[in-house]
């Protein structure tokens, strides 16, 4: 007790210069929704990537302008034929626990992403490797026949099914990321809990409180420790942004991953620079229910996409100039151009003309309209857009019921095909349009509408084996006109990234992907 008591009589200048000192060097995010884990194949969302791809780094990682750079793999080769990649690993790579990073963790980590037990729901990413379709499936029943083998403990050698150029890329995804083998091995599922993580990336999680923060401290035995400025990233689970924007400007947040579009004017008058609006490689659109009746009308469901008046989306119901989408695959990505929804250019008077026409031969009318539940996650911006488009809807005859939840419950619920109607949203997991394309196929985790077409799926995976880009392109092109033409969702506007970011901030470049890694970041007094 003595010894304790005499500790605690430091000077009380030093303690405010330690304090001081913390929070300077502590970066605070308003993160938007709570993770639900910190399992690299267990997260899904942008707001658990953001902490996961802090705390975990796989074979090649993203700079601050989200490109690709080496991560764990100091180098790698192709073979001539474009299947087999054949990668070497950095020396003295190790977990935080001190442990050596082997090409046995990433092999580890492939194995147990394909594991039907696992349930990953992001697994199909890396369907481009040898087997990995067919073991994540349950056709292949031994893990050791994935296209992924350690050929020393530095040596990682991974086979594909097919040439595939952006191949690199995907693996700067969450779900390619090393898993600790021998920290599951000891503690099973347990393993990701705080007090028993390892990880390998430039942060490792020292506190997660439920409903309020994870907190992340520098992991000093990152190969690149010495570069990284910030010495622990704190993630605040919040999704009214409006009480966010309360706490930035009282100054408990650095930086703001969205901000209520109402206040977007006063935030360029009234903090300057410091509100940044910037187009990005995402999707904001609505799923429908496409095996639910009458949405498993196709005219229904184009009725729907005609009577929502896209071009007043962005500039008024927002005020942030988001624009318009007709099609389902954003403009920009590599070697790639969108299809295009066929009355993309016919005056909105005439879109709605039509959209009661399409209704009444389903059955609809003015005495009989349709009703249906419109589903949104809880957030200022997604109401908005929620409550216009009810309106827009109302003069073709549909009777609109709003219904919102937290993320966490909206995403549960619809992913188990529990909607009418609902909001989504996706960005570019990688810089190809097949990010996008996916989300139609056929058993599809994230394919909320449960939108199936043999033909879209036939096209899709056909230009998945196609070593040609440009008739690749024109495989791809050929399946989204099919999903564009039979609505199969409804795309709304191509996304425009929202941060809020302070002038302390140093280091944060705006680009398409939204990707700000924290070791990139400094933090000035």
């Given amino acids: 007790m003595q010894k304790l008591f005499s500790r605690l009589i430091l000077p009380i200048s030093f303690l405010i210069l330690s304090f001081g000192q913390a929070q300077a060097n ?31 780094e796989g074979l090649v ?30 020396d003295g790579i190790v977990w935080s626990d001190g442990k050596p990073v082997t090409a046995g963790d990433f092999v580890f ?26 073991i994540n499936k349950g056709e292949i029943k031994d893990l050791n026949e994935l296209g992924v083998k350690a050929l020393d403990d530095k040596t990682l050698e991974i086979t594909l099914e097919s040439p595939t150029p952006y191949f690199v890329g995907t693996l700067a995804h969450f779900t390619t990321f090393p898993i600790p083998k ?27 409180v439920p409903g309020s923060h994870v907190l992340t401290s520098k992991n000093d035995k990152y190969y690149g420790a010495d570069k990284v400025s910030i010495d622990n990233v704190k993630f605040f689970a919040l999704d009214d942004t409006t009480a966010a924007l309360k706490r930035y400007r009282a100054g408990e947040f650095d930086i703001m991953t969205d901000f209520p579009t109402d206040q977007y004017e006063w935030m360029q008058k009234n903090l300057p620079g410091q509100a940044q609006v910037v187009p990005s490689a995402s999707l904001y659109y609505y799923s429908v229910n496409t095996q639910k009746a009458p949405f498993d009308n196709a005219d229904v469901r184009k009725a729907l996409s005609m009577g929502i008046n896209r071009e007043v989306i962005g500039p008024q119901v927002l005020g942030t100039g988001e624009i318009a989408a007709y099609s389902w695959v954003p403009p920009g990505l590599a070697n790639y151009t969108s299809a295009q929804i066929t009355w993309k250019d016919l005056p909105y008077g005439e ?24 589903r949104y996650n809880t957030n200022d911006n997604h109401k908005r857009i929620a409550v216009a488009i009810a309106s827009m809807w109302k003069p073709i005859g549909v009777q609109v019921e709003l219904y919102n939840t937290e993320t966490k419950v909206h995403y549960a619920e619809i992913g188990q095909g529990i909607l009418d109607v609902a909001r989504a949203g996706w960005g570019a997991d990688y810089n190809d349009a097949d990010v996008f394309l996916k989300l139609l196929r056929s058993g599809t985790p994230y394919n909320y509408g449960r939108y199936s077409n043999k033909e879209y799926d036939a096209l899709v995976n056909k230009a998945n084996v196609t070593s040609d880009v440009a008739e690749r392109a024109k495989l791809l092109q050929q399946a989204e006109q099919i999903a564009l033409d039979e609505s199969a969702s409804f795309p709304i506007y191509y996304t425009a990234t929202k941060n809020v970011v302070s ?23």
């Fill in 109 to 134: 980590g492939f194995q147990r992403l394909m594991n039907p037990e696992t349930a990953a729901g992001y697994a199909y990413i890396q369907y481009l490797v040898k087997n990995a379709k067919a």
């Fill in 503 to 525: 002038p302390k901030i140093k280091g944060f470049e705006n680009n398409p992907f939204d990707i700000h890694p924290s070791r990139w970041l400094t933090k000035e007094d």
């Fill in 351 to 374: 879109k709605v003309a039509e959209a009661k026409k399409l209704l009444a031969k389903a059955g609809f009318t003015k005495d009989k309209p349709l009703k249906l539940q419109l």
């Fill in 182 to 208: 021998h920290v599951v091995d000891a503690k099973g599922s347990e393993w990701i809990k705080i007090d028993n993580i390892v990880t390998n990336g430039p942060y490792t999680p020292t506190e997660w």
């Fill in 26 to 56: 502590t970066l605070n995010i308003h993160n938007g929704s709570d993770p639900a884990s910190l399992d690299p194949h267990k997260v899904s969302g942008n707001w658990e990537d953001r902490i996961v791809s802090d705390v975990f």
């Fill in 61 to 90: 990682a993203e700079d601050n302008t989200g490109g690709t750079i080496p991560g764990q793999a100091e180098s790698w080769t192709v073979s001539d034929d474009g299947l087999v990649y054949t990668f070497k690993l950095r």
